[in-house]
Nanobody, 124 residues
Framework: QVQLVESGGGLVQAGGSLRLSCAAS????????MGWFRQAPGKEREFVAA????????YYADSVKGRFTISRDNAKNMVYLQMNSLKPEDTAVYYC?????????????????WGQGTQVTVSS
């Protein structure tokens, strides 16, 4: 069983930056691929970024590529999402998720554990 707790969300002006953190409890953290997803009001949940268990492979949605960076620290059981050049359309609740497979997926249904989410609001 893995428990995930996100933090770092908040209100930021367009063009600003935020760093989201996700703390994971449980054993064998490095064996889990990790992902970030987001859901805006009235919209479906969408993939943002994912990282393999070792951290050697990363994947991004086209909408955030070049602006967001996913990383992990397996010694601390942490995964991060650095968000730069934020836009109002990035406003959403951001969720951290863990997948028992090593290779990350862009599909939310592939993930086994989810955090409670953290709100990110980008003002124009």
């Amino acid at each position: 069983q893995v428990q995930l707790v996100e933090s770092g969300g908040g209100l930021v002006q367009a063009g600003g930056s935020l760093r989201l953190s996700c703390a994971a409890s449980g054993r064998f953290f490095s064996s889990y691929a990790m992902g970030w997803f987001r859901q805006a009001p009235g919209k479906e949940r969408e993939f943002v970024a994912a990282i393999s268990g070792s951290g050697g492979n990363t994947y991004y949605a086209d909408s955030v590529k070049g602006r967001f960076t996913i990383s992990r620290d397996n010694a601390k059981n942490m995964v991060y999402l650095q968000m730069n050049s934020l836009k109002p359309e990035d406003t959403a609740v951001y969720y951290c998720a863990a997948d028992r497979r090593l290779i990350p997926s862009r599909v939310g249904a592939s993930y086994d554990y989810w955090g409670q989410g953290t709100q990110v609001t980008v003002s124009s």
